[in-house]
T-cell receptor
Framework: DTAVSQTPKYLVTQMGNDKSIKCEQNLGHDTMYWYKQDSKKFLKIMFSYNNKELIINETVPNRFSPKSPDKAHLNLHINSLELGDSAVYFCASSQFPGQGDEKLFFGSGTQLSVL | SQQGEEDPQALSIQEGENATMNCSYKTSINNLQWYRQNSGRGLVHLILIRSNEREKHSGRLRVTLDTSKKSSSLLITASRAADTASYFC??????????FGKGTRLHILP
């Protein structure tokens, strides 16, 4: 019954590896997001998709590639992982901004540790 | 491109006291939201206040918005141990991005 679910919850990997994080929402929302939260709890938007189309792409290295096979799923693939990628990554969803209900629903996060 | 900034960064109060957190932002907004994050969990939406509203209540929460000062406050009355968490304000920008502040860490002492 989880509204926004992301897997895995923990991800420990070596530098240089490639990894993916998956996200699914069952709320019928049009828009999905990836946020990165650093060790100081600062939450920064990375990407936003609306109905499988990329609408926000912040200044994120090309090593990060989001993929949205359908509007209920938004996965994040990271190539050539670096130490600085260690953080907690949150998936979120909402109705499309500007339609009067911009409330975000968040997943429980994926803690990525790059060694 | 940080928009909101919470103050204080950390706050410790006795259980039963009221907790007040502030948020300042830089550009005009359509609405402002407050979220709570418990340790190791995702953020949970608490309340949304629109730019044409000045005050809003939800249970023990009271939010005010002063668009002339570009600031908002979140008041939690009669605090409980379960209120221990980080609290974030979030604002929408013209490009529909929802931008979060750095949060206030609230600790309720027994």
């Amino acid at each position: 019954d989880t509204a926004v679910s992301q897997t895995p919850k923990y991800l420990v990997t070596q530098m240089g590896n490639d990894k993916s994080i998956k996200c699914e929402q069952n709320l019928g929302h049009d828009t999905m997001y990836w946020y990165k939260q650093d060790s100081k709890k600062f939450l920064k938007i990375m990407f936003s998709y609306n109905n499988k189309e990329l609408i926000i792409n912040e200044t994120v290295p090309n090593r990060f590639s989001p993929k949205s096979p359908d509007k209920a799923h938004l996965n994040l693939h990271i190539n050539s992982l670096e130490l600085g990628d260690s953080a907690v990554y949150f998936c979120a969803s909402s109705q499309f901004p500007g339609q009067g209900d911009e409330k975000l629903f968040f997943g429980s996060g994926t803690q990525l540790s790059v060694l | 491109s940080q928009q909101g900034e919470e103050d204080p960064q950390a706050l410790s109060i006795q259980e039963g006291e009221n907790a007040t957190m502030n948020c300042s932002y830089k550009t005009s907004i359509n609405n402002l939201q407050w979220y709570r994050q418990n340790s190791g969990r995702g953020l949970v939406h608490l309340i949304l206040i629109r730019s044409n509203e000045r005050e809003k209540h939800s249970g023990r929460l009271r939010v005010t918005l002063d668009t002339s000062k570009k600031s908002s406050s979140l008041l939690i009355t009669a605090s409980r141990a379960a209120d221990t968490a980080s609290y974030f304000c979030a604002t929408d920008k013209e490009d529909d991005k929802i931008i979060f502040g750095k949060g206030t860490r609230l600790h309720i002492l027994p």
